[in-house]
């Protein structure tokens, strides 16, 4: 039985390896069909919007007949397999002619990615800081803090972090980045970031200073 999950999402299209098997060659060769419909799909009406542009009844039907497909997979039985990918791509032609039907709103004609990310909310990069606000009003679906410009990915690249990624990356054209955490070093002269004695709450402030830079600079050496 197909669990909740899997119901909903189709199965990954994934790189073979030399010694694949003839049933695995076979699944990733089909997926393959229907991925491509799928991509059509998400061109058209944005990533994994269609379903929500349908009535709960067609929607569940759309699911289960994933569901069927995911179950298929397991048994490795071939004739239910493909008989299940040919009724996804039908699927699809139904749910675009509902939605096409009941005029709904096409994803954008803005040019766009979207990519769904592994918390299975929608990533979207747009060119320009304009073209993410002309998608924010016409796309209610997607999450602002997912919507992103070309521009505003230049000024994260030129991060001086991201810039010793970049300069590794460029040594292994394969490499990708899987995994990123921005650490923060202490620098300055006096490996504390430079502070000031203290900080100042207000104009008036008369408390005793809690930090003097110049002596935790003297206990970092060892001396006092």
């Not at 542009?53 to 997979?73: G, I, P, T, Y």
């Not at 096409?106 to 929608?122: F, V």
């Not at 060119?127 to 924010?136: D, G, K």
């Not at 016409?138 to 991201?162: A, K, T, Y």
Request: overall charge negative; glycine content about 4%; aromatic content about 8%.
């Amino acid at each position: 039985m197909a669990t909740k999950k899997t119901a909903r999402h189709h199965p990954v299209v994934e790189t073979l390896s030399p010694k694949a098997d003839f049933w695995t060659i076979h699944v990733q060769s089909k997926l393959v069909e229907l991925e491509s419909v799928k991509a059509a799909s998400d061109r058209k009406w944005g990533e994994n919007r269609l379903t929500t542009l349908v009535s709960s009844d067609v929607r569940e039907k759309f699911w289960l007949q994933n569901s069927r497909l995911h179950q298929a997979m397991e048994s490795k039985d071939r004739a239910k397999f493909d008989s299940s990918v040919a009724g996804m791509i039908r699927a699809y032609a139904v749910l675009d002619q509902l939605a096409t039907e009941d005029d709904c709103e096409t994803a954008s004609s803005i040019p766009r990615i979207e990519w769904e990310m592994q918390n299975g909310q929608t990533m979207v990069i747009v060119r320009t800081v304009n073209e993410a606000v002309a998608i924010q009003t016409q796309r209610q679906d997607l999450s602002n803090h997912h919507i992103w410009s070309m521009q505003e990915m230049e000024v994260f690249m030129s991060d001086e972090g991201v810039q010793h990624l970049i300069k590794a990356k460029a040594l292994v054209p394969t490499a990708q980045v899987t995994k990123y955490k921005h650490k923060h070093k202490p620098g300055g002269a006096t490996g504390f970031d430079d502070f000031v004695d203290d900080l100042t709450f207000s104009d008036n402030d008369t408390m005793d200073y809690k930090f003097n830079s110049k002596q935790a600079e003297r206990f970092k050496n060892g001396s006092n």
